[in-house]
């Protein structure tokens, strides 16, 4: 009777995977198909016609039919490709196909990254989930607003992923220096990842130091070398006309900011308020960044290295004035560490206070988690409320928000245990 029972219920659950699989799926692709059909490929088709436009001797950094975007039925505007001209040496062998080929091969890489990652971050941690915990992980990668932003641009999330990746595997085995090596590497792309520098300080980590910032200083100098120098004056005044950091995919302070208080085509906002935006930016980055480099400077508990890579990644998506929702990926390696550390602490006889900071971060997981499945519609914002642009319009910056404080609460309990112990223990 009993394995009657057990046998109905996996197959139940196997109905209800098929059927949420074959959704997502066609929902994801759908993703796909709108970029390549209406955006010119969006943001992998300014890449791919930069790269394109250097080869045949033009302006890397021009306007391209990927570059125009039409908003509303009545607006439109330029968004520019940010990418320094040293990450268009991936690009070279893609220019050379036609652009829906390129296209596909581009994927078949970056989703070949992801695998990869994922056999890295078992191996690391020695874990493998369940059947079912496998169903619920591959529905909520299909479901994950981060997968539909990159699909839906073109993005390379997971190349970029992987030498962050890479960095954490190695920091985790106090293998400093390669970790400087790697995250590098992943700041010549993406400037954000500069919040690894002090915390490498901090760590009186000098030697990862100088191999990050030599790796930096290397890619830019090929970049010269490659592309030269007018390019690099023209990716810098590109970043200079950003405009859009209102984009409902931002996460960012910035982008919340800029949303609620600086006119612009897509959201209503409370009141103009321009003046107040980068003073409050500077303030409210400077309060994540500094408890965050506080956590993961001075944390000493077995998931430290998980928690400062995973801290200081949120806050320098937070801090960033366009912290897009598909950087979480970078994610991968330390938050699996964190989650599989937490499933296995077995202690059922934790004290009230332990207690309560628990409650507290499954409060706020309830909160994050809905935010970061909201998928990528296009909502005539335009047209509503104020409140809604607070709250739907900034959804994932809310989720992103949420997860920072639930890692800090995460190393507040670790932090206090740890106390406790030294406390209780004989000298």
Known sequence: MGGTQASKTQALWFIGFTIAFAVLVFWDTAYVWTMAQFFHMNDFGKFYYATVAFLDGQDMYGPSLATFIQLTDDYGQQFWNLNPPHFHLLLLPLAYLPPLAALLAWHVL???????????????????????????LVIGFLAFAGTGAHLVTGQFSFLLALPVTIAWIHTRHHEWNKAGIYLGIACSLKLFLLIFLPYFFFKRQYGAIGRFLGVLGAAFGIGVAVFGI????????????????????????WGIL??????????????PGEFLVYPAWVILSAFCGGIAL??????????????????????AILISPLGWTYYLFLLLGPLTGLLVEMERDTDRHEPRWARRIRTLQILLACGII???????????????????????GSAYFWSIFLFWIFLVLDWKMDHRRDRITQAVSPA
Do not use: C
């Open 110 to 136: 970056n989703f070949s990254a992801f695998l990869l990652i994922v056999r890295w971050i078992k191996q690391e941690l020695n874990y493998s989930p369940s059947v079912n915990q496998t169903r619920v």
């Open 230 to 253: 007018a390019p690099h004056v023209a990716w810098i005044e590109k970043i200079s006309e950003i405009n859009w950091h209102w984009a409902g995919m931002n996460g960012s302070l």
């Open 258 to 271: 800029s949303r609620t208080l600086i006119e612009n085509p897509m959201y209503q906002i409370a009141h």
């Open 294 to 315: 506080y956590i993961a400077a001075n944390d000493s508990s077995p998931g430290n290295i998980d928690r400062a890579f995973a801290i200081l990644i949120i806050s």
């Open 370 to 392: 809905p935010g970061l499945l909201v998928p990528l519609i296009r909502i005539p914002l335009a047209d509503s409320s104020f409140l809604v642009t607070l709250t739907i």
